[in-house]
Nanobody
Framework: QVHLVESGGGLVQPGGSLRLSCAASGNMFSIFAMDWYRQAPGNEREFVARVFSDGTTGHAAAVKGRFTASRDNAKNTLYLQMNSLKPEDTAVYLC?????????WGQGTQVIVSS
């Protein structure tokens, strides 16, 4: 069983920055890839970034160069540094992992980009 809790969302002006965190339970965190997804109202859930157990990352084209995903295995925490935010980045951001064939999701944290 894995429990994921996101934090760090909020209201930010276009061009601003936010740093999201996802705290994970358990002592197996370091061996699994972790993902960030987002879901805007009326839209399907969209992949944002993945961080592998060794720290290597992949980012969606829509956020590449602006967002940076990372992890701290000692703290069981996943991060998403979001810079140069745009109104179209407004969404609920969720972290995800697949543990022994089961998908686990956090409850999400709301990000609103608006002037």
């Amino acid at each position: 069983q894995v429990h994921l809790v996101e934090s760090g969302g909020g209201l930010v002006q276009p061009g601003g920055s936010l740093r999201l965190s996802c705290a994970a339970s358990g002592n197996m965190f370091s061996i699994f890839a972790m993902d960030w997804y987002r879901q805007a109202p009326g839209n399907e859930r969209e992949f944002v970034a993945r961080v592998f157990s060794d720290g290597t990352t992949g980012h969606a084209a829509a956020v590449k160069g602006r967002f940076t995903a990372s992890r701290d295995n000692a703290k069981n925490t996943l991060y998403l540094q979001m810079n140069s935010l745009k109104p179209e980045d407004t969404a609920v951001y969720l972290c995800h992992t697949n543990f022994l064939g089961s998908d686990y999701w956090g409850q999400g944290t709301q990000v609103i980009v608006s002037s």
